[in-house]
């Protein structure tokens, strides 16, 4: 079982479905007993369009539903134009898009005469991107010489019906998947599935969230008993560094999932941690792959843990602030952390990392740079009583840093990793202004300031050989 995402750069113009069509086509042919399914979002940009409209729509745009209906036809009739030669098949293709813009549009229509755009009319009017999208795909690979036929994924993909960000109930699902699959590969048809969305078991159409396909990718995996489930994007895979901070950066073969889950979180936009987390229960492998240069093999993950190497990449987050409580009053008095951490916790803000000095007399922590003077406002508030008493002498902001993490599996248990990097940053008179590392030993970040990101990270990077053309540490 072969599931193939393709995302919205790789639907997102002509060539693009050429490219991925052609994929398609070239694994169906290595195997025609067994076709690949296709899960595709919108083309690229389309999502947001549809929000924008039904939003103006909401706001009283009365004109907001026809402007949406012209954009949507250019962009798809365009595309399809170039795709489908034959005129008789491309008029039918023709009138299937066009259904579906003329629904779309009607349903942004109503919102404008609403004025009022409810969380349920929103997730049934942006499904339309990857409605329209599969049906632009399926049509290629029809020219192609291929059978293939879009699938709309409210067909099986059950979900517990919260909008915006449904969860699949997996039992049901697969039961409908087996039904709506077999019968299409065992004719040897490619079905060209819609990520992105589902439906409640009511029928009420619900999306898994903004870039949610990826994750409809590895559910639909999960279903279906894959092995593996192939990512396609724009990208080689994983790399090393941010290119744009390290033009050497390598792609790497093989990251571990909690590897990979660990960069995500430090900002590097590898994959969604959700998407990560049907391949871990189900025991699956997830690989990225370039829809551009698809002779690249990508980036593997899996299970596994890294075998040899200690440091595997390197990410930077920007706009970070660092903010410490200090004061004598910390010392030996049990629960001020439990108090400074439950009052972040009732803001709702969320904490990169923290670190506290073994004598106790401060504590910091790193958080988003727009988040600390809400966060230092909680805190006086919390500590009110304390402040007027001095048993809390200051609570802090240090603006404008940024993290620095090095991440992998393979430190724990080298001894060193640390050293080499504090002494990379010394050597280069950079300051670290807070170190923290995670007992799992996955990941060691610093603290710097944000204009030292730019010079730091290619001499770290450099430092731990990670190049592309340095021996190969994954
Ligand atoms: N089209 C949806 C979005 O842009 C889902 C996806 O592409 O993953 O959020
Ligand atoms: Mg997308």
Known sequence: MKIMKFGGTSVGTAEAIQQTAGILVDAFHEMPDQPPVAVVSAMGGVTNLLLEHARAAADGDEDAGMRLHQKLLDRHFTALHDLVPDEH???ALFEEIEQQIDRCTQLVESVSVLRDLSPRAEDWIVSFGERLSSVLVAGTIEALGVRSTPVASDSYLVTDGVFGGASPLMEESRRRAHETFTPLLSSRTIPVVTGFFGASEAGVVTTLGRGGSDYAATVLGALLDATEV???????????????????AR???TISFAEATELAYFGAKVIHPRTVQPAIEYGMAIRI??????????TRMGPEPAKNGSVKAITAIGGVSVVTVEGAGLIGVAG??????SA??????????ISQASSQHSLS???????????????????ELDLIRQRLLRIWEDPGVAIIAIVGAGMRGTPGVSGRLFMTLGD???????????????????????????????????EFGLAEGDAPGD
Do not use: K
Request: net charge negative; aromatic share 6%; charged share 20%.
């Open 428 to 462: 280069a008179r950079i300051n670290i202004v807070t170190i923290a590392q995670g007992s799992s030993e996955l990941n060691i970040s610093c603290v710097v300031n944000e204009s030292e990101i730019a010079r730091a990270v290619p001499l770290i990077h450099q």
């Open 230 to 248: 192939v990512i396609w994007t724009d990208v080689d895979g994983v790399l090393s560094a941010d290119p744009r901070l390290v033009p050497d």
């Open 89 to 91: 098949d491309r008029s």
């Open 365 to 383: 922590f790193a958080v988003r740079g727009e988040d600390a003077p809400a966060i230092i406002q909680l805190l006086e508030d919390e500590f």
């Open 289 to 298: 792959r370039n829809t551009f240069n698809p002779e690249h093999p990508g």
């Open 336 to 341: 001020i952390t439990a108090r400074v951490f």
């Open 344 to 353: 972040i916790g009732r803001g709702g803000f969320n904490v990169y990392m």
């Open 251 to 253: 792609t790497l073969s």
